[in-house]
């Protein structure tokens, strides 16, 4: 019934044209301020057991959901969280639609651990974050956590960069809807409706979310077709909560991940370049796409048990499956495991082809947290400890598959040319103590044990192709205190090991005997916070010194495959500060810095030598990390052009401007591969009205890079040695650098200025 009065109150307000049939998916991200006694109560729905709070000493970053409404349209979760200190947002199609990552201290998205409600969403194989798979996810965020370096124990893959916690567990105490439209450049279209019941009873509530994005993308057929829902449904009481979850998302997007090539990077013309799908003949395949589905199915149960203990259990199911097309042409038969084709007494031993590379796979598993504060305040302590006992199991069961849909001269239909499966567990433990101690001191204790089993098909020492199986164990202890010597300051100072095993490339294309270490990381951290009504911020200092960080470095193994190789010693170490600053009544100013040195001691580069078939090994020292710009820094303005008043509406304006500075494409500080820094500033004005379209309209307008700035945040490289053969004629990515050296390298430029508006209708 409640659905039902909704739609009559949208359709009365001549709103059902504007949102599209619900089949239109889309999702809204306003979010309103709960009454601070229901709130405290709600939003602990869910133990975050992982979460970082005002005294823990790990420095992060909380993006809450009024912030997250006032920002959002429709691009991912990385170009929401731009104000983070220390990261860099990237988009395969240049808009933030589609496939998009972000780097922390210059890690990779493998290295920044991403968990929703404490629950992994890392890929287990690849380590990966594909936020395409789950599009729209920001809008279903009560709050979004980023904690910088190592962070607190956590579920999942090893942190080396930061982690980020997605919180979607919160329960709106009243009834509501939420309708959310946005319209951009490059064709980009956003519909979505949010419902939710409130709490019915005082014990029940039930919500769901559809949404749909579209976008024709900066570079060229670049589309995206994202689609999601999220279904919550919970029950609460004095002492217990139970929430059910289901995430959905679908996306098919036009490939776009091979960059543009080098030669082009300064042609106006073909700046927008793409080359997937034009292998074939004539126009680009139409269909060169990446289509998959994942659905999660959550299950959270918490239980006060009483004298100030609590359990928090969950269980976890994903479901994924989908695949990769492409169009390839002068294939050999034989390399799809099919002999050469006899036609009228001709032998056609190449065809061109389309075909599909699959992966269907299974994630499931449990965590827990047992939380406990005893009654009883111990001598010396101004609060009672707080013991938190924590876990989990989880095991990835994947098939990887491909298969033959069109061929140009005859070929098995379906045709299956390869298939593995893989199976891999992971098991986690910790225990962890706080201390408050009198005068504003309390320290931090955390341990934690991990274990990883995984199964796969990989080479022999004999080079045979065999199911091997991989067991690690790794143990990260961390440490800290936190001090609140006056009521405006504070300090604290952390330490904490991380270890992190190698991904599915490493393992299934190397050997026992070529097969890299896990890598390790020592990370410390100490920090200055200060606090007042006018000026908050803080100043944090870190060093990340790794063991065995793995990187390209050109080698090839001994099945002739180029892999990750470890690095015996590198570091990061740099200094970061955010703040925010009531300039006068109605100008705030806001930021965040970083200032780094990010060094590999020594480095050895292996060049494939064209002429003779071989390697030529080149050593570099003290060269800087890729990807690792030395300053990144942003900055807003924001000015509040019509305070509320009695009208009950308000226009706010925001300036920001960001600066990332060079970032060299490999470790060997050369500068023929280097992204140059760039500049970009985007406006934003935010209008809310109340009681003018249902309980309140809001609109947020933003500029994206407000002055058309032609910068590219991303790229990758290949370099190599030939005097007998100049490729460049012949290869639009070869570059030459001097010497016989030449290099591939593809480029993913950013989109230029660009519009996006939205309209939140929230009943």
Not at 369 to 387: C, D, G, M, Q, T
Not at 390 to 396: A, F, L, S
Not at 552 to 557: A, E, P, S, V
Not at 639 to 654: D, G, M, Q, T
Request: hydrophobic share 35%.
């Amino acid at each position: 019934m409640f659905l039902r009065s909704c739609c009559r109150q949208l359709a009365l307000c001549g709103l059902m044209g504007l949102c599209w049939p619900l089949f239109s998916y889309a999702q809204n991200t306003y979010s309103d301020t709960l009454n601070e006694p229901e709130a405290k109560a709600l939003r602990t729905v869910v133990i975050q057991a992982t979460r970082a709070g005002i005294k823990t000493p790990v420095p992060h970053t909380n993006l809450t959901d009024e912030q997250i409404a006032r920002l959002y349209h429709a691009q991912d979760v990385p170009f929401l969280l731009t104000g983070v200190p220390s990261l860099v947002e990237t988009s395969d199609a240049g808009t933030g639609i589609g496939y998009t990552g972000m780097r922390i201290r210059g890690s990779d998205p493998t290295r920044i651990n991403v968990t929703i409600n404490g629950i992994p969403l890392n890929d287990a194989e690849s380590q990966n974050v594909f936020w395409v798979d789950l599009p729209d996810l920001a809008a279903s965020a009560a709050e979004i956590q980023v904690q910088r370096g190592v962070g607190l124990s956590t579920n999942g893959a090893g942190a080396f960069g930061a982690t980020v916690n997605l919180d979607l567990s919160r329960v709106e105490p009243e009834p509501f809807a939420r309708i959310t439209n946005t319209f951009g450049s490059f064709n980009t279209r956003k519909h979505s409706a949010y419902i939710g019941s409130g709490l019915l009873n005082k014990r029940f509530s039930f919500s769901g979310r559809l949404s749909q994005i579209t976008s024709e993308g900066y570079v060229d057929r670049a589309t995206a077709d994202l689609r999601s829902y999220h279904l919550m449904g919970a029950y609460v009481d004095e002492r217990q909560s139970l929430q059910v979850h289901v995430l959905s998302g679908h996306e098919r997007t036009y490939q776009a991940w091979y960059g543009l090539p080098a030669q082009f990077l300064d042609i106006d013309s073909l700046r927008t370049f793409n080359v997937a799908g034009t292998e074939r003949p004539g126009d680009p395949y139409p269909d060169e796409v990446d289509d998959y589905t994942q659905r999660h199915y959550l299950l959270h149960y918490k239980r006060e048990i009483g004298q100030g203990l609590a359990l928090q259990l969950n269980g976890h199911y994903t479901r994924g499956f989908g695949f990769y097309e492409q169009y390839k042409t002068a294939q050999a038969y034989k390399k799809y495991g099919l002999e050469p084709l006899q036609i009228g007494g001709i032998t056609i031993s190449k065809t061109d082809l389309v075909r599909r590379r699959w992966l269907d796979n299974h994630f499931y598993g449990t965590t827990f947290a047992l939380r406990w504060e005893p009654a009883v305040n111990p001598p010396k302590l101004s609060a009672p400890p707080v013991f938190t006992f924590g876990g989990g199991w989880n095991r990835y069961s994947g098939r990887h598959f491909g298969d033959i849909v069109w061929a140009q001269y005859d070929m098995p239909k379906g045709h299956i040319y390869y298939d593995n499966d893989a199976d891999k567990r992971d098991f986690n433990a910790y225990a962890r103590i706080d201390f408050f101690f009198k005068k504003g001191f309390s320290t931090l204790f955390d341990l934690q044990y991990r274990t990883v089993r995984y199964e796969f098909l990989g080479y022999d020492q004999n080079q045979n192709n065999v199911t091997q199986s991989v067991r690690l164990g790794f143990f990260n202890p961390k440490l800290g205190a936190h001090w609140q010597f006056r009521p405006q300051w504070a300090a604290y100072t952390f330490f904490g090991v991380g270890n992190r095993e190698p991904n599915r490339d490493d393992y299934t294309r190397s050997t026992p005997l070529s097969r890299p270490r896990p890598e390790r990381l020592y990370n410390w951290e100490s920090g200055l916070k200060y606090r007042a009504d006018a000026l908050q911020w803080t100043l944090n200092a870190f060093y990340m010194d790794y063991r065995d960080q793995l990187v390209l470095d050109g080698r090839i193994n001994d099945v002739g495959a180029y892999i990750r190789t470890n690095v015996p010693r590198s570091y990061r170490a740099g200094i970061e500060l955010e703040g925010t600053a009531v300039l006068l009544r109605r100008l705030t100013l806001s930021g965040a810095a970083a200032v780094s040195r990010n060094k590999v001691l020594e480095f050895v580069e292996y060049r494939d030598n064209w002429d003779t078939g071989e390697q030529e090994a080149v050593a570099f020292r003290n060269t800087d990390l890729a990807f690792s710009p030395p300053v990144v820094a942003r900055l807003e303005l924001g000015w509040a052009v019509w305070l509320p008043s009695k009208k009950r509406h308000a226009l706010n304006a925001a300036l920001a401007g960001k600066y990332v500075g060079r970032q060299f494409l490999d470790n060997t500080g050369n500068l023929n591969t280097v992204l140059p820094a760039y500049f970009f500033a985007d406006l934003r004005f935010n209008y809310d009205v109340e009681r003018f379209v249902g309980r309140r309209l809001s609109i947020i307008v933003s500029v994206n890079n407000l002055f058309d700035a032609r910068f590219v945040a991303n790229g990758w490289v290949y370099r190599y040695l030939s005097e007998g053969y100049d490729a460049r004629p012949d290869d639009p990515y070869v570059r030459y650098e001097g010497n016989g050296v030449y290099h591939q390298a593809g480029f993913f430029p950013q989109a230029g200025r660009n519009v996006m508006a939205t309209v939140v209708i929230a009943f």
